[in-house]
Structures are given as structure tokens and as C-alpha cells.
């Protein structure tokens, strides 16, 4: 399977974004020290964000970034959509009439590991930020 640190960094960056969203604007600053993301990886990921509407961006001195929607409206799917993540658990495109192998027929466990993709792109799209920050409350810096 692949997934990319963009993906998993976007993630990580919006459940803690979540975790203070109420409180006031959150600066990739502080996302930055608290999740170990470099700050130049985080302001590409959140310009992508804030493209696809997810986040907004305040200015000021106690500017920061905000959810644009309700935690629980986020799922992680629209995470991944927004940052070009794509889950893929094998080669080739769904449609092709060519193997994954680059053979003109496809692997004989093709159809196990695209089962696997939909499992896993299923449990993605049921997620939402707000399940990943129940029971898991951290100290703003």
C-alpha cells in the first residue's frame, strides 16, 4: 500500500488544528512543534487545504488557521482528495485491460489487493477528524 507523508502529514496537521479549532486560530507554527512537521512542508500542505475549502486562514497577530467546516464533516478522504493523496494498493488502473505486472493479463492476486483498496478507501471515507481527536486532548503550546 502506499501512502505518503503528505497524506499522513496533512492528517496529523488537521487532528491537531481540531484539537484547539474552538479556541482561537492555530498557527502552523505551533502544528509544527507539536507534531515534529517542518513548517515549509506544513505551509504546502495547508495551501492545498485551504484550496479545497477545508481550512481557512486568519490574519493577524493572532492569525492562524480554522476548520472551515465541523470536525465530524471532515473525513479523511476529503483529507487526501485535497492534498492529490491517492490509496493504492496495486500498480495498474482499475479500467486497464493491461496487468499491473505489465503483462497483457493481470496478476492472479489483482483482484485481492483491489478488494484490500476498497476496504481501506471505505474506512477512510467513514473517519472523520472528530474521531481522531475524541479521547485524545493535548496542552496547547
Known sequence: MKLTSKGRY??????????FNNI???SL???SL???????????IFSKLRKKEIVQSVRGTQGGYVLNKKAHEIKLTNIFDAVDEKVKTVQCKKDSK????????????HNL????????????SQ???EDLIKDNKENRI
Open 34 to 44: 507539536r507534531q515534529g512537521i517542518s513548517l515549509d512542508y506544513l505551509e504546502q
Open 127 to 129: 473517519k472523520s477528524l
Open 10 to 19: 496533512a492528517v496529523m496537521a488537521l487532528a491537531d488544528l481540531a484539537r
Open 113 to 124: 489487493w483491489d478488494e484490500l483498496e476498497s476496504h481501506i478507501n471505505n474506512f477512510f
Open 98 to 109: 493491461k496487468g499491473c505486472n505489465g503483462k497483457s493479463t493481470k496478476c492472479v492476486t
Open 24 to 26: 482561537n486560530p492555530v
Open 29 to 31: 507554527r505551533d502544528i
